[in-house]
Nanobody, 124 residues
Framework: QVQLVESGGGLVQPGGSLRLVCAAS????????MGWFRQAEGKEREFVAA????????RYADSAKGRFTISRDNAKNMVYLQMNSLKPEDTAVYSC?????????????????WGQGTQVTVSP
């Protein structure tokens, strides 16, 4: 099973940017589609973005479209989430997830492995 570790979270002002990084070990990510999810305090975990195994397809939640970009570097076994124009409602714990398939999924149940998450706080 692949192990995932997220980094890059932190405190940022509204309108700012962060780049989250998901580093994988134990397995090569070339066999996995990847997703980013987030969970705000007191809320259910929700889909943010996903990318297919070959980077040929991506999908975003409506809340992320035009502001977030998911990408991957299979040679480095890493997945990224570039977040721009951040808003207070983006505050959450962000987790990456791996799916042993070529194509992504949006429900959380579609993923086999999860990282522990990294906190993103957007506040003045």
């Amino acid at each position: 099973q692949v192990q995932l570790v997220e980094s890059g979270g932190g405190l940022v002002q509204p309108g700012g940017s962060l780049r989250l990084v998901c580093a994988a070990s134990g397995r090569t990510l070339t066999n996995y589609a990847m997703g980013w999810f987030r969970q705000a305090e007191g809320k259910e975990r929700e889909f943010v973005a996903a990318i297919s195994r070959s980077s040929g397809a991506t999908r975003y939640a409506d809340s992320a479209k035009g502001r977030f970009t998911i990408s991957r570097d299979n040679a480095k076994n890493m997945v990224y989430l570039q977040m721009n124009s951040l808003k207070p409602e983006d505050t959450a714990v962000y987790s990456c997830a791996a799916r042993l398939d070529s194509l992504y999924s949006t429900p959380t149940s579609g993923y086999n492995s999860w990282g522990q998450g990294t906190q993103v706080t957007v506040s003045p």
